[in-house]
């Protein structure tokens, strides 16, 4: 199993360049959850999927959208970067139900740079 | 708010110290409890967990139980080792939230041989 993959591994753009980053797990789970991670801040959620079909906010959802494309793939879409969206962005995922809180798994990260 | 503090690092140690990261809590109700880490270049990974007041967590030797009267949840280790170097976060979780997490800052730990 490869767990929780994303692409890319790093990225450098230009302030009001678009991306979209991408993010697969294998491992079956129902929720998947976006964080960025800034120096001293730990990580934030940006938005999360609890089932396939459903995405909402996190903590800091402000010029990010998301699209849960399938129960695999949850994918992060800047519409036009600015220089505060430069951090370390990652994915996780985790089998929710309606029992004690679990474990999630992350994927390595995506570093985004953007001028 | 629900929020995660976290002592500051850098955290420098000699190898076989005895390591204590200290994590406390505010939360409106009773979350579960994890510690996460990182190692270099990494995602994070689940280092222990507990999810009721007085439960202990333990993994590869480190430790920590989870204190509702003094809402924390410190890591401790007895012997670390330059492996352990890393950055520690402790985070919490509620039932029903859809395991989103709240994490803490952050603890850099790097331990010399």
Redesign the interface.
Known sequence: NAGVTQTPKFQVLKTGQSMTLQCAQDMNHNSMYWYRQDPGMGLRLIYYSASEGTTDKGEVPNGYNVSRLNKREFSLRLESAAPSQTSVYFCASSDFGRGRPDEQFFGPGTRLTVL | GNS?TQMEGPVTLSEEAFLTINCTYTATGY??L?WYVQYP??????LL?A?KADDKGSNKGFEATYRKETTSFHLEKGSVQVSDSAVY?CAL?????????I????TRLAVHP
């Open positions: 995660v979350p579960s994890f270049g990494e995602g994070l990974q689940l967990k999810t976060f979780c509620f039932s029903g939230g859809y395991n989103k997490l994490f803490g800052a952050g």
